[in-house]
């Protein structure tokens, strides 16, 4: 599952850097160049973390900060300043801001702060997920429906976990499209669609009790048969 990243940073080389070493861990990355469009986004893509410089053109990263708080948004936030005092510091964070790194820093210090706040906001899903008669085993990359074995494909595996992590919660095909396949995906239009299908055709092999139910218009659910 791809986690997004917001950088607003207006510093292009630093931001290209910081991106491109996102980017090779994995992450999804936006950019931003200023407060006002680094706001935009946060408010309306509503990423997974937020990487914050404090001096920006528009509005400071410090307001951007008590902003985004004041309207309820909890995205975790990173700032990154020059400002090295103590009282700056407690001032970022009285913003509402959760991790403070100042610059200059190394590459691997801003990595491993975004490891940990992620780690905060996504804890650790059971090794076993379980619905009605299907478990799914996350560590042997297993799936039973009752006690029989089904043969998944390593992307119908990645499918079926990410629907048996919400169960009866209605997801949309780009919330879908974004978590198993990733934000970028440019491959056939009809690929949920495709895998959907070919999910319900092994589930339902050994027992015609349907689990993965369509959802017209809006997109797919795990839930008891109504």
């Known amino acids: 599952m791809t986690d997004h990243i917001l950088l607003v940073e207006d510093d292009p080389r630093l931001a290209e850097f910081i991106e491109a070493e996102l980017s090779l861990e994995g992450y999804r990355v936006t950019v931003a160049a200023n407060g006002i469009h680094g706001l935009a986004i946060a408010r309306e893509a509503q990423p997974d973390l937020l990487i914050l410089d404090w001096m920006l053109p528009g509005i400071s990263g410090l307001d951007v900060c008590l902003r985004l ?7 975790p936030i990173i700032l990154l300043t020059a400002k090295d005092e103590v009282p700056d510091r407690v001032v970022g964070l009285n913003a509402g801001a959760d991790d403070y790194v100042t610059k200059p ?7 491993a702060r975004v490891k940990a706040r992620l780690r905060c906001t996504h804890p650790e899903a059971p090794d076993l997920l379980e619905f009605e008669d299907l478990t799914l085993n996350r560590l042997a990359r297993q799936v039973y429906r009752g006690k029989q074995l089904i043969a998944l494909t390593a992307k119908e595996f990645d499918l079926l976990e990410f629907l048996l992590r919400h169960p009866r919660q209605v997801l949309t095909r780009d919330q879908i499209l974004e978590k198993v396949w990733g934000y970028d995906f440019m491959g056939e239009s009809n690929i949920i669609e495709v895998y ?26 795990l839930r008891e048969t109504l």
Not at 105 to 111: D, Q, R, T
């Open 69 to 75: 708080r004041s309207t309820g948004i909890q995205v």
């Open 105 to 111: 820093f190394s590459i691997e210090e801003l990595l």
């Open 196 to 221: 959907i299908r070919a999910l319900r055709l092994k589930l339902e092999a050994s027992t015609p009790k349907r689990l993965l139910h369509t959802v017209r218009g809006v997109g797919y659910v």
